[in-house]
Protein backbone atom coordinates (compact mmCIF):
# COMPACT_ATOMS: atom_id res chain seq x y z
CA UNK A 1 0.00 0.00 0.00
CA UNK A 2 1.14 3.62 -0.31
CA UNK A 3 3.73 5.16 2.44
CA UNK A 4 1.06 7.79 2.41
CA UNK A 5 -2.22 6.60 2.11
CA UNK A 6 -4.82 7.71 4.71
CA UNK A 7 -5.58 6.23 7.96
CA UNK A 8 -9.29 6.28 8.82
CA UNK A 9 -9.90 6.82 12.56
CA UNK A 10 -13.60 4.68 13.74
CA UNK A 11 -15.36 5.39 16.98
CA UNK A 12 -18.12 3.54 18.58
CA UNK A 13 -20.11 5.67 21.07
CA UNK A 14 -23.23 5.57 22.85
CA UNK A 15 -25.10 7.71 25.36
CA UNK A 16 -26.61 5.70 28.26
CA UNK A 17 -28.49 8.53 29.33
CA UNK A 18 -30.39 8.83 26.39
CA UNK A 19 -34.26 7.72 27.62
CA UNK A 20 -35.25 6.35 24.18
CA UNK A 21 -31.96 4.12 24.01
CA UNK A 22 -32.30 3.39 27.76
CA UNK A 23 -36.33 1.93 26.88
CA UNK A 24 -34.89 -0.08 23.73
CA UNK A 25 -32.28 -1.90 25.99
CA UNK A 26 -34.84 -2.65 28.62
CA UNK A 27 -37.02 -4.13 26.47
CA UNK A 28 -33.93 -6.19 24.64
CA UNK A 29 -33.30 -7.27 28.22
CA UNK A 30 -36.65 -8.59 28.55
CA UNK A 31 -37.06 -10.37 25.60
CA UNK A 32 -33.93 -12.88 26.40
CA UNK A 33 -34.67 -16.15 26.87
CA UNK A 34 -33.15 -18.16 29.96
CA UNK A 35 -30.86 -19.48 28.20
CA UNK A 36 -29.35 -16.18 26.51
CA UNK A 37 -29.46 -14.22 29.75
CA UNK A 38 -27.56 -17.13 31.73
CA UNK A 39 -24.28 -16.14 29.31
CA UNK A 40 -24.83 -12.96 29.61
CA UNK A 41 -20.65 -12.00 30.46
CA UNK A 42 -19.37 -10.54 33.78
CA UNK A 43 -20.54 -6.61 33.49
CA UNK A 44 -22.26 -6.55 30.43
CA UNK A 45 -25.41 -5.03 31.38
CA UNK A 46 -24.20 -2.20 34.25
CA UNK A 47 -24.14 1.11 33.61
CA UNK A 48 -20.67 1.63 33.60
CA UNK A 49 -20.67 -0.18 29.88
CA UNK A 50 -22.94 2.64 28.19
CA UNK A 51 -22.11 6.15 30.38
CA UNK A 52 -20.84 8.45 28.50
CA UNK A 53 -18.31 10.73 30.20
CA UNK A 54 -17.47 12.61 27.86
CA UNK A 55 -14.19 10.54 26.87
CA UNK A 56 -15.08 11.15 23.17
CA UNK A 57 -14.51 14.49 23.49
CA UNK A 58 -11.68 14.50 25.25
CA UNK A 59 -10.22 11.58 22.61
CA UNK A 60 -11.12 13.85 19.42
CA UNK A 61 -8.85 16.39 21.52
CA UNK A 62 -6.02 14.05 21.75
CA UNK A 63 -6.78 13.12 18.12
CA UNK A 64 -6.45 16.34 16.57
CA UNK A 65 -3.74 17.45 18.76
CA UNK A 66 -1.19 14.15 18.12
CA UNK A 67 -2.80 13.22 14.97
CA UNK A 68 -3.64 15.87 12.97
CA UNK A 69 -2.93 14.13 9.70
CA UNK A 70 -5.63 11.44 9.95
CA UNK A 71 -8.12 10.77 7.70
CA UNK A 72 -12.21 10.38 7.44
CA UNK A 73 -13.28 10.21 11.28
CA UNK A 74 -16.49 7.16 11.59
CA UNK A 75 -18.62 7.32 14.50
CA UNK A 76 -20.13 4.54 14.82
CA UNK A 77 -23.31 4.86 16.99
CA UNK A 78 -27.42 3.62 17.07
CA UNK A 79 -28.93 6.42 16.00
CA UNK A 80 -27.58 9.00 18.24
CA UNK A 81 -25.53 11.64 18.11
CA UNK A 82 -23.37 14.02 20.86
CA UNK A 83 -24.96 17.52 21.59
CA UNK A 84 -21.71 19.09 21.13
CA UNK A 85 -20.86 17.19 17.86
CA UNK A 86 -20.65 20.05 14.90
CA UNK A 87 -21.72 19.32 11.28
CA UNK A 88 -17.84 18.32 9.49
CA UNK A 89 -17.17 17.13 6.45
CA UNK A 90 -14.09 15.43 8.14
CA UNK A 91 -17.05 13.01 9.99
CA UNK A 92 -19.53 10.72 8.98
CA UNK A 93 -21.92 9.13 12.03
CA UNK A 94 -22.40 5.88 11.08
CA UNK A 95 -26.41 4.56 11.90
CA UNK A 96 -25.83 0.66 13.14
CA UNK A 97 -28.97 0.19 10.77
CA UNK A 98 -27.16 1.20 7.98
CA UNK A 99 -24.20 -1.02 8.75
CA UNK A 100 -25.79 -4.13 10.59
CA UNK A 101 -28.29 -6.64 9.13
CA UNK A 102 -31.54 -5.58 10.40
CA UNK A 103 -32.07 -9.52 11.62
CA UNK A 104 -29.37 -8.90 14.08
CA UNK A 105 -30.49 -5.64 15.84
CA UNK A 106 -31.07 -4.37 17.88
CA UNK A 107 -27.27 -5.38 19.72
CA UNK A 108 -25.70 -3.67 22.84
CA UNK A 109 -22.65 -6.08 22.67
CA UNK A 110 -19.88 -3.95 21.46
CA UNK A 111 -17.74 -6.94 19.98
CA UNK A 112 -20.79 -8.13 17.96
CA UNK A 113 -20.97 -4.20 16.47
CA UNK A 114 -17.00 -3.84 15.78
CA UNK A 115 -17.40 -6.96 13.84
CA UNK A 116 -19.03 -5.13 11.04
CA UNK A 117 -16.82 -1.85 10.72
CA UNK A 118 -14.70 -2.64 8.14
CA UNK A 119 -17.62 -2.41 6.09
CA UNK A 120 -18.25 1.03 6.34
CA UNK A 121 -18.37 2.18 2.91
CA UNK A 122 -15.29 4.39 2.32
CA UNK A 123 -13.32 2.87 4.71
CA UNK A 124 -9.50 3.66 4.25
CA UNK A 125 -7.70 -0.03 3.98
CA UNK A 126 -5.69 1.64 6.86
CA UNK A 127 -7.66 2.62 9.57
CA UNK A 128 -7.40 2.59 13.60
CA UNK A 129 -10.39 1.34 15.76
CA UNK A 130 -11.07 3.47 18.79
CA UNK A 131 -13.18 2.87 22.09
CA UNK A 132 -14.05 6.20 23.41
CA UNK A 133 -11.50 5.52 26.58
CA UNK A 134 -9.06 5.30 24.69
CA UNK A 135 -6.49 7.93 24.16
CA UNK A 136 -4.08 9.14 22.13
CA UNK A 137 -0.68 10.34 24.46
CA UNK A 138 1.94 11.98 22.30
CA UNK A 139 2.36 12.86 18.75
CA UNK A 140 1.67 9.48 16.28
CA UNK A 141 4.02 8.24 13.65
CA UNK A 142 2.18 6.04 11.58
CA UNK A 143 5.42 3.50 11.49
CA UNK A 144 5.34 3.01 14.32
CA UNK A 145 1.69 1.10 14.57
CA UNK A 146 1.62 0.21 10.49
CA UNK A 147 4.83 -2.09 8.77
CA UNK A 148 4.44 -1.87 5.03
CA UNK A 149 2.64 -5.04 5.15
CA UNK A 150 0.79 -4.93 8.67
CA UNK A 151 0.69 -3.38 11.54
CA UNK A 152 1.83 -3.70 15.17
CA UNK A 153 0.10 -5.08 18.88
CA UNK A 154 0.87 -4.85 22.36
CA UNK A 155 0.70 -6.91 25.32
CA UNK A 156 -1.69 -5.66 28.00
CA UNK A 157 -0.02 -5.60 31.54
CA UNK A 158 -2.26 -8.04 32.96
CA UNK A 159 -0.98 -11.33 34.25
CA UNK A 160 -0.97 -13.94 31.97
CA UNK A 161 -4.20 -16.00 31.31
CA UNK A 162 -4.13 -19.15 33.50
CA UNK A 163 -6.66 -21.64 31.96
CA UNK A 164 -7.45 -22.96 28.46
CA UNK A 165 -11.12 -23.02 28.70
CA UNK A 166 -13.43 -20.38 27.94
CA UNK A 167 -14.81 -19.22 31.81
CA UNK A 168 -18.26 -17.82 32.88
CA UNK A 169 -16.41 -15.67 35.62
CA UNK A 170 -13.51 -14.48 33.18
CA UNK A 171 -13.76 -11.38 31.60
CA UNK A 172 -14.30 -11.12 27.89
CA UNK A 173 -10.36 -10.27 26.76
CA UNK A 174 -9.99 -13.39 28.87
CA UNK A 175 -12.33 -15.54 26.95
CA UNK A 176 -11.28 -14.27 23.58
CA UNK A 177 -7.01 -14.93 24.43
CA UNK A 178 -8.88 -18.84 24.71
CA UNK A 179 -10.93 -18.99 22.13
CA UNK A 180 -8.26 -17.13 19.50
CA UNK A 181 -5.98 -19.65 20.72
CA UNK A 182 -7.93 -23.22 20.24
CA UNK A 183 -8.94 -21.61 17.06
CA UNK A 184 -5.08 -21.42 15.98
CA UNK A 185 -4.28 -24.70 17.88
CA UNK A 186 -7.23 -26.65 15.89
CA UNK A 187 -5.99 -25.89 12.36
CA UNK A 188 -2.40 -25.78 13.03
CA UNK A 189 -1.93 -29.34 11.19
CA UNK A 190 -4.35 -27.94 8.24
CA UNK A 191 -3.02 -23.79 7.59
CA UNK A 192 -5.29 -21.27 6.46
CA UNK A 193 -7.65 -20.57 3.71
CA UNK A 194 -6.28 -19.12 0.51
CA UNK A 195 -2.91 -20.18 0.84
CA UNK A 196 -2.31 -18.48 4.32
CA UNK A 197 0.76 -19.69 5.47
CA UNK A 198 1.51 -19.39 9.34
CA UNK A 199 4.59 -18.11 10.35
CA UNK A 200 6.93 -21.10 11.40
CA UNK A 201 8.34 -19.51 14.52
CA UNK A 202 4.52 -17.89 15.90
CA UNK A 203 3.97 -19.44 19.57
CA UNK A 204 1.20 -18.98 21.52
CA UNK A 205 1.38 -16.96 24.32
CA UNK A 206 -1.71 -16.78 27.43
CA UNK A 207 -1.38 -13.01 27.03
CA UNK A 208 -4.38 -10.65 26.60
CA UNK A 209 -3.73 -7.43 24.54
CA UNK A 210 -3.52 -3.94 25.57
CA UNK A 211 -6.47 -1.66 25.56
CA UNK A 212 -5.16 0.59 22.82
CA UNK A 213 -5.70 2.09 19.69
CA UNK A 214 -6.06 -0.49 17.29
CA UNK A 215 -4.54 -0.33 14.16
CA UNK A 216 -5.97 -2.06 11.15
CA UNK A 217 -5.95 -3.49 7.97
CA UNK A 218 -9.49 -4.18 6.28
CA UNK A 219 -8.24 -6.41 3.65
CA UNK A 220 -7.39 -8.63 6.46
CA UNK A 221 -10.74 -8.58 8.10
CA UNK A 222 -12.16 -9.09 4.66
CA UNK A 223 -10.02 -12.44 4.74
CA UNK A 224 -10.80 -13.30 8.09
CA UNK A 225 -14.72 -13.18 7.45
CA UNK A 226 -14.03 -15.98 4.95
CA UNK A 227 -11.15 -17.74 6.95
CA UNK A 228 -13.26 -17.74 10.32
CA UNK A 229 -16.93 -17.39 9.31
CA UNK A 230 -18.01 -19.23 12.34
CA UNK A 231 -16.55 -17.02 14.82
CA UNK A 232 -17.77 -13.69 13.01
CA UNK A 233 -21.37 -15.39 13.11
CA UNK A 234 -21.09 -16.35 16.56
CA UNK A 235 -20.12 -12.90 18.00
CA UNK A 236 -22.35 -11.64 15.47
CA UNK A 237 -25.35 -13.82 17.19
CA UNK A 238 -25.52 -11.99 20.66
CA UNK A 239 -27.72 -8.87 22.05
CA UNK A 240 -25.59 -8.66 25.00
CA UNK A 241 -22.08 -9.27 25.64
CA UNK A 242 -21.94 -13.36 26.75
CA UNK A 243 -19.17 -14.68 28.12
CA UNK A 244 -18.74 -17.97 25.42
CA UNK A 245 -18.95 -15.33 22.33
CA UNK A 246 -16.27 -13.10 23.11
CA UNK A 247 -14.59 -10.24 21.15
CA UNK A 248 -12.97 -11.67 17.85
CA UNK A 249 -11.65 -7.95 16.96
CA UNK A 250 -9.80 -7.07 20.16
CA UNK A 251 -7.94 -10.53 20.09
CA UNK A 252 -8.45 -12.77 17.20
CA UNK A 253 -7.89 -10.51 14.87
CA UNK A 254 -4.42 -9.29 16.25
CA UNK A 255 -3.11 -13.16 17.22
CA UNK A 256 -3.90 -14.32 13.77
CA UNK A 257 -1.93 -11.93 12.32
CA UNK A 258 0.89 -12.42 14.49
CA UNK A 259 0.67 -16.14 13.74
CA UNK A 260 0.39 -15.35 10.25
CA UNK A 261 3.41 -12.15 9.20
CA UNK A 262 1.04 -9.61 9.64
CA UNK A 263 2.02 -8.13 12.63
CA UNK A 264 4.52 -7.82 15.07
CA UNK A 265 4.88 -7.04 19.03
CA UNK A 266 5.47 -3.81 19.54
CA UNK A 267 6.67 -1.91 23.22
CA UNK A 268 4.35 1.21 23.40
CA UNK A 269 4.56 3.33 26.69
CA UNK A 270 0.89 3.42 27.97
CA UNK A 271 -1.52 3.80 30.85
CA UNK A 272 -4.26 1.76 31.97
CA UNK A 273 -6.57 3.85 34.28
CA UNK A 274 -9.33 1.80 36.19
CA UNK A 275 -11.83 4.58 37.50
CA UNK A 276 -13.03 1.99 40.29
CA UNK A 277 -9.78 1.07 41.63
CA UNK A 278 -9.09 2.04 44.56
CA UNK A 279 -5.85 3.51 43.76
CA UNK A 280 -7.70 5.52 41.03
CA UNK A 281 -6.26 8.72 42.67
CA UNK A 282 -2.64 7.42 41.75
CA UNK A 283 -3.26 6.15 38.78
CA UNK A 284 -4.64 9.62 37.81
CA UNK A 285 -1.44 11.67 39.15
CA UNK A 286 0.72 9.06 37.26
CA UNK A 287 -1.19 10.04 33.96
CA UNK A 288 -0.47 13.61 34.63
CA UNK A 289 2.93 13.16 34.94
CA UNK A 290 3.00 10.96 31.99
CA UNK A 291 0.75 12.91 29.40
CA UNK A 292 2.63 13.94 26.28
CA UNK A 293 5.19 10.82 26.81
CA UNK A 294 2.50 8.01 26.54
CA UNK A 295 1.77 6.69 23.45
CA UNK A 296 -1.53 5.92 24.48
CA UNK A 297 -3.61 5.63 27.46
CA UNK A 298 -7.37 4.25 28.46
CA UNK A 299 -9.85 5.51 31.24
CA UNK A 300 -11.73 2.38 31.45
CA UNK A 301 -14.92 2.69 33.36
CA UNK A 302 -15.26 0.12 36.02
CA UNK A 303 -17.57 2.01 38.88
CA UNK A 304 -19.97 -0.34 37.35
CA UNK A 305 -23.54 1.15 38.51
CA UNK A 306 -22.15 4.92 40.67
CA UNK A 307 -24.28 7.71 39.36
CA UNK A 308 -22.85 10.25 37.03
CA UNK A 309 -21.97 12.39 40.30
CA UNK A 310 -19.95 10.02 41.70
CA UNK A 311 -16.41 11.81 43.03
CA UNK A 312 -14.28 9.12 41.02
CA UNK A 313 -15.74 10.25 37.60
CA UNK A 314 -15.83 13.44 38.15
CA UNK A 315 -11.88 13.09 39.06
CA UNK A 316 -11.56 11.60 35.57
CA UNK A 317 -13.22 14.76 34.20
CA UNK A 318 -11.30 16.99 35.96
CA UNK A 319 -8.18 15.28 34.77
CA UNK A 320 -9.12 15.22 30.88
CA UNK A 321 -9.76 19.17 31.34
CA UNK A 322 -6.35 19.44 32.48
CA UNK A 323 -4.76 17.55 30.06
CA UNK A 324 -6.85 18.16 27.02
CA UNK A 325 -7.98 22.08 27.39
CA UNK A 326 -8.24 22.90 23.98
CA UNK A 327 -11.63 21.80 22.04
CA UNK A 328 -11.18 19.79 18.82
CA UNK A 329 -12.65 21.11 15.27
CA UNK A 330 -15.48 18.93 16.26
CA UNK A 331 -17.11 20.76 18.63
CA UNK A 332 -19.66 23.05 18.64
CA UNK A 333 -19.05 26.18 20.24
CA UNK A 334 -21.31 26.39 23.26
CA UNK A 335 -21.23 27.24 26.78
CA UNK A 336 -21.15 24.34 29.44
CA UNK A 337 -23.30 24.67 32.08
CA UNK A 338 -21.90 23.91 35.77
CA UNK A 339 -24.03 21.13 37.67
CA UNK A 340 -24.57 21.80 40.86
CA UNK A 341 -22.87 19.36 42.35
CA UNK A 342 -19.42 20.18 40.71
CA UNK A 343 -17.65 22.80 43.38
CA UNK A 344 -14.37 24.64 43.99
CA UNK A 345 -11.52 23.22 41.61
CA UNK A 346 -13.55 20.69 39.45
CA UNK A 347 -16.29 23.24 38.31
CA UNK A 348 -13.56 25.81 37.29
CA UNK A 349 -12.07 22.77 35.63
CA UNK A 350 -15.03 21.63 33.64
CA UNK A 351 -17.67 23.81 33.20
CA UNK A 352 -16.01 27.63 33.27
CA UNK A 353 -14.65 27.37 30.04
CA UNK A 354 -16.04 28.23 26.50
CA UNK A 355 -15.45 26.24 23.55
CA UNK A 356 -13.89 27.68 20.19
CA UNK A 357 -15.46 27.84 16.90
CA UNK A 358 -13.14 26.23 14.28
CA UNK A 359 -13.53 27.02 10.96
CA UNK A 360 -13.76 24.25 8.15
CA UNK A 361 -14.37 24.13 4.33
CA UNK A 362 -17.74 23.39 4.86
CA UNK A 363 -20.51 23.60 7.57
CA UNK A 364 -22.99 20.61 6.84
CA UNK A 365 -23.99 17.60 8.39
CA UNK A 366 -22.54 14.32 6.88
Known amino acids: MPHGSPIDIVYLWVDGNDATWRAKRQAALQQLGSDSSAAMARYSNVEGRFRDNHELRYSLRALEKFFP ?16 LRPSERLTLVDHRDLIPAASLPTFDSGHIESWIHHIPGLSERYFYFNDDVFFGAPVRPDDWFSPDGFHVTWSDEPEVSDEAMRMDATSLENACRLSIQWLTDRASSGTAAGREPDPLYRNTFRTFAHSPRPMLKSVLLELEHTAPEL ?8 FRSWDKPTIISDFVLRWALAHGLASLRPYRHRYVSTGAADQHEQLQALLAEFGALDFFCINDTTDDAQTSDPRL ?35 AICQYRTTRRSHPADRPS
Do not use: K
Open 232 to 239: FASVRSTV
Open 314 to 348: QNVLTVLQSILPNPSGFERAMTLECPDRLQGSEAQ
Open 69 to 84: QHGHVYLVTDGQRPDW
